[in-house]
Each structure stands twice: as structure tokens, then as C-alpha cells.
């Protein structure tokens, strides 16, 4: 099978990808107009990338390309349509990065509190001002509020916890039960999250829906001195508004992406948070440390195998999940082996068909809650039947 390499790409994944006997073309350099006719001489039918912009031109030209892998989580920079409409799958690497990208999250949350980036830079100018940078919150007793709870979110729980804070979240998945059995809050809605917190951090993909949801309404009703942190999706942000909420000195934000940023690894910038105010930015580095990184190698090397071995994909996000979900499912359950295949087995029984599915596999990787989005109300004796299983808790079904 052959592999285009058009990114930058661990070792290991390199030489996972031989060992599976894949003819590899790796040129991580590769982009825009040279990556088009690159796929269009290689003729791959796996496509692996990072950063690098996949568009129509370049899905169009390869005509053996199968399967494009995003090595990492977010899949905006694939053009998707295109991908489906010429048969290719598209797989992303979800979870892999999360400690890293929560670990940078609460770099942001103490370099703002504690003004880290202007004191190294007025310390390198000569300048002493311990009056100046001893004004801080502190962590201690604070309220973090979660916009999104998908794996990154859940990592940023136990650290939030470590330093001694409040945890709130809002989720569209989160049931009043998930929260409870996560040891957090439930806010009903997210502006609830942006009145009720004093750091805000954005862990949300980007989707239509999502685009530009933190805009002026929101940043209006945080909290005076509150810190927004976002390391998911520059677009999530209405970064214009922030620019001017950050830069009158009522708020403060920690980003580690930007509407703009530079395609190139090492070039300049100067877009409008070089010299915005009450804002530090970072060089989307959140999944940048050598764990997240060989994590995400191995996952690339387990979707490609999989594929090779048995020709399913695993983590494919442009299958149509089609219809209308009218009633979800949430599992308490232990996270076993065969557990939600016997939940699969009475759902089909009853003609029920699922559109989405999420399960979150709580600390210690014991238990795990299942959240399914169904097209009709599962029978009263479907429920029982779930419940009657040894390893399920309990199941709440809800009304969408």
C-alpha cells in the first residue's frame, strides 16, 4: 500500500508503516501546489498529514487515495466534501494529544495569573516591578469553566482538582448524571459557564454550529479580571472582540491558536495578537511534547494496519450518521469487553437505529458512561433488558 508521508511524522510511525510493508513517500515539507502534484505522481492511497491544508485540488488529483489521516485531532484543515464525494475516508488520531494539550492549557491559566511573559520581558529590558506582578488571583478555591468535554476536557478535570478548584462544564452530551459521576458541575448553558467562572478554558471542535460562539455576548458576561484560555480552534473565538476585551484590561487570554497563523514551522508573524494587549499567545505547540507525539505515531500506524489486516478504519468522521435523534441513552457501565455490543444487540431488536454515540471511560479506566443518540424512545422492556446486564449500573433515556 502506499503511503504519502506530506507532513512531519515521528520515526516510529515511519518505521511502524514499513514494518506493515507500506511503500512510503515521506516529504514533510510538502504543500499547497506541491503536494497536488506530489499525490498526483505517487498516486498514494493513504494520505497522512498534520498542519497541512488538504484541499479538493489535492484529493481530486490522486486518484488511488482511499484514506486521508489527520495525526492529530481536529480534521478542519481536509476538505471533508471533497474527500467523501472521491470515495476517501478521512481518520483522525482522538485523544492522543490530550494530556499535552491540558498541560499547555494550564501553563496559560499561570502565566496569565501570574503575568509570566511580561516579567521575563521587562526583566530582559532591565526593568524590577514587584509591585506591578504580585497582583494575582491565584488557582486556590477559583471556578474553572469547561466548554467542551471530549477527552482534553476530561484531562483537565484531575489537574483542575490537584490545584484545588471548582469545576463547572457545559456540554451538549453532558447529562446531569455524567457530571455527577465526574465529580464537577453541570452548567445548563454557556453563557451560565461565563458568568459562574473565573478561568474559562475551550476544549470544543470546530463545527458550523461552534464558529464564533465566544463572541462579544459571552466575553460581555465573564467575570471582570476572568481568564479565557483557548487551545481547540482559533474560529471558536471572536478573536477581534477579544483583542478589544483583553486590551481595555477587563479580561485576560491564553491562546494557543490564532485566526492567521503561519503555515511555515519557523517564519514571521504579524497578525493582530503580536501586539495585542492582556493576551499571551503561543506557536500552537498544545500537542508538541515527544509523548503526544510518538502517541500519535502509534495511532497512525493502527489505523493504517487496520486497514491493511481487515479494511476497517478505525476513527473515521465522515461516515453520514444521517436522520434525526429524538431520544439519548445514557449507560453507566463498566468498561468492559462486550458490554455495549449487548446494549448494539437490544437496540437492533427493537428496530432502533443510533445516530451518535460518545463514551467516556472515567479515571482508573473501571467504569465508563455511554451517551447514544437514538431515532426512537427505546421500550420500557429494551431498558430493563439493559439493566438486567451484569456489567450496566443503570440507563436513563431522555428526550432530545
Known sequence: MKVLAADKLEKSALDGLAALGCDIQFSPDLKGDALRDAAADFSPEVLVVRSTKVTRDVVEAASSLSLIIRAGAGVNTIDIEA??????????????NSIAVAELAFAHMLSCDRHYGDCVVDLRDGKWNKKKYSKAFGLYGRTLGLVGMGAIGQEMIPRAK?????????????????????????????MDVARQSDFI???????????????KEFLGAMRDG??????SRAEVVDEEALIAEAGSGRLRAGVDVMIGEPGAADTEYGGPLKDA????ATHHIGASTEQAQEAVAAEVVHIVGSYINTG????????SKGGTASNVLTIRHQDRVGVLAAVFEILQGEGVSVQEMENIVLGGGVTAIAQISVDKKVSAAGIDKMNAHPLIFDTVQMGV
Do not use: D, Q
Not at 474527500?83 to 492522543?96: F, I, L, M
Open 312 to 319: 476497517h478504519v478505525p476513527n473515521v468522521v465522515n461516515i
Open 226 to 231: 476572568a481568564v479565557l484560555i483557548n487551545t
Open 201 to 215: 478554558s475551550l476544549h470544543t471542535a470546530l463545527t458550523p454550529k461552534t464558529k464564533g460562539m465566544i463572541g
Open 83 to 96: 474527500a467523501s464525494e472521491n470515495g476517501a475516508r478521512v481518520a483522525n488520531c482522538p485523544g492522543k
Open 162 to 190: 490537584a490545584f484545588g478548584m471548582n469545576v463547572i462544564a457545559f456540554s451538549r452530551w453532558m447529562t446531569p448524571e455524567v457530571a455527577a459521576a465526574l465529580g464537577i458541575a453541570r452548567a445548563e448553558s454557556l
Open 277 to 280: 494587549g492582556g493576551i499571551y
